[in-house]
């Protein structure tokens, strides 16, 4: 289904489309969703949910390299399944707010609530307040350069370069023009190395 409403438009897909697409019946997908909106629904909310699980992996770490690794992850997504993220992001229509503003269920709450942590801590540069702002500003840098490349990979006047790297120097530099130089050291020291635990003597 996710690919169907990638390939076809939002507009462009009816039930009985969609059912012939997936080889079930119409009767079938009625009897587990009400219409085409419960279905973009369902898709658009295990996306979001898969990405704030992919973005807990680094949840305890520094709120500056927190963002970098959500945007690097956000970017990846979109390189490794170009259709997923061209229907999630690229494609008209309203995200669900089903989630709510659980950071382990939706990916931009996770997002926002890092800005707080790094606001708290006050890494980010005079001038720079605004939660909602930030966040934008950062799931600016990933989005742009990855949405260009998915719908205009095939344009044969630009000579692209790689994508995921392009996109990671994007988002190191947005980071760079946000965040105190102090607070990016800082973010970028290794954690130090526990001692290893001595065995008593025997």
Request: net charge neutral; hydrophobic share 45%.
């Amino acid at each position: 289904a996710l690919e169907f409403f990638a390939r076809e438009g939002v507009e462009g897909v009816t039930m009985r489309a969609l059912a012939d697409a997936i080889e079930y019946s119409p009767p079938v997908i009625y009897a587990h969703f009400r219409d085409k909106d419960a279905i973009i629904r369902e898709l658009c909310n295990r996306q979001i949910r898969g990405l704030a699980q992919a973005f807990s992996t680094f949840g305890a770490l520094d709120p500056v390299e927190r963002l970098r690794r959500i945007g690097y992850a956000y970017t990846g997504f979109a390189v490794e399944h170009p259709s997923h993220f061209r229907f999630l992001f690229l494609t008209e229509h309203a995200l669900p707010d089903e989630l709510g503003d659980d950071p382990e269920q939706n990916a931009y709450a996770f997002l926002k609530q890092t800005v707080k942590d790094g606001l708290a801590a006050g890494v980010f540069r005079a001038g720079y307040t605004d939660a909602e702002e930030i966040a934008q500003l950062c799931w600016g840098s990933a989005h742009g350069l990855v949405a260009l490349h998915n719908i205009k990979a095939q344009a044969s006047w630009i000579e692209w370069r790689d994508a995921r790297t392009s996109a990671r120097r994007l988002i190191d530099a947005t980071l760079d023009g946000i965040v105190k130089p102090e607070a990016a050291k800082r973010a970028a020291r290794p954690a130090p190395r526990r001692a290893p635990v001595r065995r008593g003597s025997r």
